[in-house]
């Protein structure tokens, strides 16, 4: 923002009014580097919506509201790389459990022991999805403040741009 004098004055304009509703001083330059760090952060770990490889599994044998209940509280969370084996346990053993249901469905042992490994690896993934974004949180928890100053400052810019307009 500091390249573009025009953003930077009303930043600068911005400031005193989001500091007067949080009570925070932040100083132009320090916002945007804080915002600027707090954003690459999160865009290295967050998915972004659209990811092919973040699609939930699919089987021509398996209803997909099965796969959706299953992966759909965790898969599209994070970027696969960061979980990039518990991603694949989870396809693995979704093509496993669609293969076993496509050729023996009349027997149970076969269907239930893929089904189980299923169960095992999307769980497991659950479980790094959540710890990859507690660590997230922790690791941006320090940047508590600049993360409520934006807020207030957006609020602030949105309420002004209401009355402008």
Same mark, same amino acid.
């Given at each position: ?56 599994? *699919? @089987? $021509?044998?398996?209803? #997909? ?6 992966? &759909? ?5 994070? !970027? ?56 997230? *949180? @922790? $690791?941006?928890?320090? #940047? ?6 934006? &807020? ?5 810019? !949105? ?7």
């Amino acid at each position: 923002m500091s390249r573009n004098t025009e953003l930077s004055a009303i930043l600068n304009k911005l400031l005193e009014p989001a500091s007067v509703v949080t009570g925070l001083k932040v100083e132009a330059d320090i916002l945007e580097n804080e915002c600027s760090f707090i954003s690459q952060r999160i865009a290295e770990v967050i998915s972004l919506a659209g990811e092919s490889d973040q699609a939930i599994t *699919s @089987s $021509e044998y398996i209803p #997909k509201e099965f796969f959706n209940d299953m992966e &759909s509280s965790w898969k599209g969370c994070v !970027k696969r790389v960061h979980a990039e084996e518990e991603f694949s346990n989870v396809d693995i053993a979704a093509e496993a459990l669609s293969t076993a249901v496509g050729e023996e469905w009349f027997t149970t042992i076969k269907v239930e022991s893929a089904l189980t490994r299923y169960h095992e690896a999307c769980d497991n993934a659950k479980i790094k999805v959540i710890e990859l974004l507690r660590g997230l *949180s @922790s $690791e941006l928890q320090d #940047k508590i403040n600049i993360l409520v100053f934006c &807020s207030m400052l957006l609020v602030v810019t !949105k309420a002004l741009f209401g009355h402008v307009r």
